[in-house]
């Protein structure tokens, strides 16, 4: 099973990921929900990419972001 963030530090995780997107692209299209609240989504594929996310993949070895987090956390 994979590890996970603490309830806290996911939420900061989470906060700094939403944050980033909206600085690097139009923070008016940029939507969230509820943190850690079930959702119901749907796509149209209205784009030049589609990003598929593999929940199973690790990528805990290169993801710049959960290095910053854990430094945060310190």
């Keep these: 099973m ?7 530090q996911a939420r900061e995780f989470y ?11 139009e ?7 509820v943190f ?4 119901g989504v749907a ?3 209205d784009g030049p990419v589609t990003f598929i996310i ?3 993949a690790d990528f805990s070895s290169n993801a710049s972001m959960s290095a910053s987090m854990s430094e945060e956390g310190s």
């Design 2 to 8: 994979p590890a996970c963030f603490p309830l806290k």
């Design 15 to 25: 906060d700094s990921f939403v944050d980033m997107v909206r600085q690097e692209y």
């Design 27 to 33: 923070p008016e299209r940029v939507h969230d929900g």
């Design 36 to 39: 850690g609240a079930m959702m």
């Design 43 to 45: 796509s149209v594929n």
């Design 54 to 56: 593999d929940s199973e």
